[in-house]
């Protein structure tokens, strides 16, 4: 099975400033059709999660520019270009290249310092 | 717009059965494989079982597998989730997914 991984588990952010949160797999994402199916979802307090980024840099619709995904084949980075207060909450990468076993990274928790 | 409503929660004894729905509209239903998630209190996400549009392929994860079977009826643009021999560490809300969307999930808490 494919483990997926995040760094840092929690990260302290300042309002205004970056932040970028890292994602691993055990395997390879990249499909057999070419493409790679790795997807970044975050999880406000009590909310469900909201997908923000599909195939790796794809933004959903409504989701604001200062999100942005980059990486290839097992190594990922989702990255905000300035924290807002919003923001706040857990963020989840998830494969879905491996179907029909997706799998979910662990978690990285943000919040202010 | 993608909609999707979970139901079907509640308080169940360990050992005992519960069936959730989850209602889809805003797209088209059977053009699309479908799946369920869940979250135990205070803990990450854990994907339980996707089903294809046409039903054809179904999986589980270990977790449930034996225990818990996903179906859809694409007439009334639902999916199922039957959940039998429920276990304490089945407590979790339980979510439904499709096309990267999420429902507000359905909370199942076995306990005796």
């Known amino acids: 099975d494919v483990v997926m991984t995040q760094s840092p588990l929690s990260l302290p952010v300042t309002l205004g400033q970056p932040a970028s949160i890292s994602c691993r797999s055990s395997?390879?994402?990249?499909?057999?059709?070419?493409?790679?199916?790795l997807d970044w979802f975050q999880q406000r307090p009590g909310q469900s999660p909201r997908r923000l980024i599909y195939?790796?840099?794809y933004r959903d619709s409504g989701v604001p520019d200062r999100f942005s995904g980059s990486g290839s084949g097992s190594n990922f980075t989702l990255k905000i270009s300035r924290v807002e207060a919003e923001d706040v909450g857990v963020y989840y990468c998830?494969?879905?290249?491996?179907?029909?076993?997706?799998?979910f990274g662990p978690g990285t928790r943000v919040d202010f310092k | 717009q993608v909609h999707l409503v979970e139901s079907g929660g509640g308080v169940v004894q360990p050992g005992r059965s519960l069936r959730l729905s989850c209602a889809a509209s805003?797209?088209?239903?059977?053009?699309?494989?479908m799946y369920w998630v869940r979250q135990a209190p205070g803990k990450g996400l854990e994907w339980v079982s996707v089903?294809?549009?046409?039903?054809?392929?179904?999986y589980y994860a270990d977790s449930v597998k034996g225990r818990f079977t996903i179906s859809r009826d694409n007439s009334k643009n639902t999916l199922y989730l039957q959940l039998t021999g429920l276990r304490d560490e089945d407590t979790a809300v339980y979510y439904c997914?499709?096309?990267?969307?999420w429902g507000q999930g359905t909370l199942v808490t076995v306990s005796s």
């Open positions: 998830m494969q879905g290249t491996h179907w029909p076993l997706f799998t």
């Open positions: 395997q390879s994402l990249v499909h057999s059709d070419g493409n790679t199916y």
């Open positions: 089903i294809s549009y046409d039903s054809n392929t179904k």
């Open positions: 805003g797209f088209i239903f059977s053009d699309y494989a």
């Open positions: 997914g499709g096309l990267g969307c």
């Open positions: 195939e790796v840099s």
